[in-house]
């Protein structure tokens, strides 16, 4: 991983890249101070292809999947999608947000009680002005597999199950025939008897409709369910990214490898002291030196690399599909 | 001798348009010092049966059944005595610590409020044992002087089970106590209720949705479907050879990252839970059933010996002689 100035485009992917963020930079102000949510992500997203974005609260996960769906305006770097950058003008936007959906993580919560779930999914198709609104709705209930469609156009929220309340959110993302879903914690308050079935949905649609997804989320099982790649987030920067398998079964930042050991059953765990910092307070060096395990443990000295964990920044990952990781110590320990 | 023992509880909900049985005929013991997962979906009666054991229901609920606390009934309790008892030897710390402190209150003296109501310690003493309290889950001192909304969702957490073990307790019960808890800090505050169980001797009910989590700290599993107890024992034994196809799907929901099953194949339950007012005929289960046999929407389920110290309320668990039409003994050869 030393080509550190590539981009996508320059390395040959399986899937051409659909939608893409380069070097974005997210910030708020909060308390008078800078908040850095998002602080230099390349992320790319393929053609029919699962990205799970995982990491703590608070790390910025949020902000670059809102960022990615043009709800917020980046300080600096861009969003492209289908090659060219995102603009921000209304009619720019709306046309965007055919193309890219938001799928909500509390189904409950995203969806009006006095709708009823045909005009819950027909909210977009109007809002759009399409043709025929009717048939677009049957289509996208059926592919969120509540079937048959018209046995569920007059249910109100309240008459389903929680999985059933998250299809219909599906499917209201699903009516406009988007290319790509964003997805935010799909299935953080379903239960655990539903949460599979949602999973399957979603790789069925990839499947079936050929649709790609960034799924945002702090479980890792999700992303082994389902994700081609999964992203590592830390404090507004992807710390380490690449194909699940590699990056789950032998993760290279102390931090994912954190996150994997704290899994139940796990058989021996670092469990981080504190909560993630503060985006206002960034540190310098390798952003994660205060809370990391292998400097503590003395390693990252053995290695020699301690002084620039804690002094040097690191460059940005690029937004290449191949396993990589922001780390000094892994570098040492990988050619 | 048992902590706890529920013989035959059942609880009802009366409601206009009539009865939900919630909890139908639950029979558990707990033995001091000992920790028991009762796992299920929503619905399942897991937090109502949570609530009947220190009498925290509605008044439209109707208990029923027997509820010994240390060889005491609670059902029979005058309220002078179940108020002593409440906090002092059993205590709940409930799911989304958010709301259950108050937001104009320091932490110091909500955590003391339960010591100076029951009188076991003058406002002085109080201030002491709330130091001691803090540093047992991890919180600096000076904390006691913060209200709610300084602190993180994690250490709000932490404040929630000061406040549980402020009248040293002999029983926590722990409502999905880290459900909206991030990765990390959900391990840390895992970690804090195995120490206190193990160090202090303390008796813990768990519930969740969950199954890795609960066994992961519990000794025991119970798995409740549509207000019963299907299946019941050892819980990593319930965990990774569950007899019951309903604990297999809540066990299989969470994958364990790295199993080379569980990659690209999300596994869920179909159907949706069933309506308490509408319960199947039979087992509860068999509409759900991956394997549900001819007689199953007729049998009359009960808990069978099902291993060492292990009960499945299912057909497959069943002894095999049993399931010939004349019910005999479960023994190797005809008498």
Redesign the interface.
């Known amino acids: 991983m030393t080509e550190t100035q590539t981009t996508a485009e320059a390395v040959t992917t399986t899937r051409p890249t659909l939608l893409e963020a380069r070097d974005l930079h997210v910030e708020f102000s909060s308390r008078g101070r800078r908040a850095r949510a998002v602080d230099g992500v390349n992320l790319a997203i393929g053609e029919g292809e699962i990205v799970a974005l995982v990491g703590?609260?608070g790390c910025g996960k949020t902000t670059l999947a809102r960022t990615l769906l043009g709800l917020e305006r980046p300080t600096s770097g861009e969003v492209r999608y289908d090659g060219n950058p995102l603009t921000y003008t209304s009619k720019a936007l709306k046309t965007y947000r055919r193309q890219v959906q938001l799928v909500l993580q509390d189904p409950t919560g995203s969806l009006n009680p006095r709708h009823t779930v045909y005009e819950a999914v027909a909210e977009g198709p109007r809002i759009h002005g399409l043709p025929d609104e009717q048939d677009l709705v049957s289509k996208a209930l059926s592919h969120a597999g509540l079937r048959p469609p018209d046995r569920f156009f007059l249910r109100y929220p309240h008459e389903l199950?929680?999985?059933?309340r998250q299809r219909v959110v599906i499917a209201g993302a699903l009516a406009l025939n988007p290319k790509v879903l964003i997805a935010d914690e799909p299935v953080a308050s379903l239960?655990?008897?539903?949460?599979?079935?949602?999973?399957?949905l979603l790789?069925r649609l990839r499947d079936e409709l050929g649709l790609s997804a960034l799924v945002v989320t702090?479980?890792?099982?999700l992303?082994?369910?389902?994700a081609d790649r999964v992203a590592v987030m830390y404090l507004g920067r992807i710390v380490e990214s690449g194909p699940?398998?590699q990056v789950?079964?032998a993760p290279r930042h102390p931090y994912t490898q954190?996150?994997?050991s704290?899994?139940?059953?796990s058989p021996e765990?670092v469990?981080?002291t504190g909560?993630?910092p503060d985006p206002t307070r960034i540190p310098g060096g390798c952003r994660f030196h205060a809370r990391c395990q292998v400097l503590a443990s003395g390693k990252a000295a053995e290695a020699g690399v301690h002084t620039r964990c804690r002094t040097e920044p690191l460059p940005i990952l690029p937004a290449t599909p191949e396993a990589q990781a922001a780390c000094y110590y892994a570098e040492t320990t990988t050619p | 001798m048992s902590l706890l023992e529920l013989d035959d509880v059942s609880v009802t909900y009366r409601i206009a348009s009539g009865d939900v049985p919630a909890v139908r005929g639950v029979s558990l013991t707990l033995d001091s010092g000992a920790a028991l997962g009762v796992a299920g979906e929503s619905g399942s009666g897991k937090s109502t049966l949570a609530m009947a054991l220190l009498r925290l229901l509605p008044r439209d609920a109707r208990v029923s059944g027997r509820i010994l606390l240390d060889g005491e009934d609670v059902l029979a309790m005058k309220w002078g005595r179940l108020r002593a008892v409440r906090w002092a030897e059993a205590s709940i710390v409930f799911q989304g610590a958010q709301h259950g402190l108050n937001p104009v209150r320091r932490i110091g003296d909500q955590i003391a409020e339960p010591l100076l109501v029951h009188d076991l310690a003058k406002p002085d003493a109080a201030r002491g044992r709330v130091t001691e309290l803090l540093e047992q889950v991890g919180l600096p001192a000076w904390r006691a002087r913060s209200y709610p909304h300084e602190l993180s969702g994690g250490q709000r957490q932490r404040v929630m089970i000061a406040m549980a073990l402020a009248c040293s307790p002999r029983l926590i019960i722990a409502d999905e106590p880290t459900t909206a808890l991030d990765v990390m800090v959900q391990a840390q505050v895992l970690t804090l209720i195995k120490e206190l169980v193990a160090q202090q001797g303390i008796s813990l009910i768990m519930i969740s949705h969950d199954l890795s989590v609960l066994a992961d700290v519990c000794d025991q599993l119970a798995v409740m479907y549509a207000g019963r107890v299907v299946e019941h024992g050892p819980s990593s034994e319930v965990f990774h050879d569950a007899r019951h196809p309903y604990s297999r799907a809540l066990a299989a929901a969470f994958p364990t990252v790295g199993d080379p099953a569980s990659r690209m194949a999300p596994k869920g339950l179909g159907g949706d839970p069933p309506d308490p007012m509408h319960l199947p005929t039979g087992c509860s289960f068999h509409p759900r059933c991956p394997v549900a046999l001819d007689e199953c929407p007729t049998l009359d389920v009960e808990l069978w010996a099902a291993g060492a110290g292990r009960v499945a309320a299912c057909i497959h668990a069943k002894p095999a002689t049993a399931t010939a039409p004349a019910s005999a003994p479960a023994t190797e050869e005809p008498a």
Do not use: F
């Open positions: 703590e609260s199950s929680g999985g059933q239960d655990a008897s539903v949460r599979g079935e949602i999973l399957a790789l702090h479980d890792l099982g992303a082994w369910n389902i699940v398998e789950l079964t954190a996150l994997m704290v899994l139940p059953e765990r469990v981080l909560e993630p």
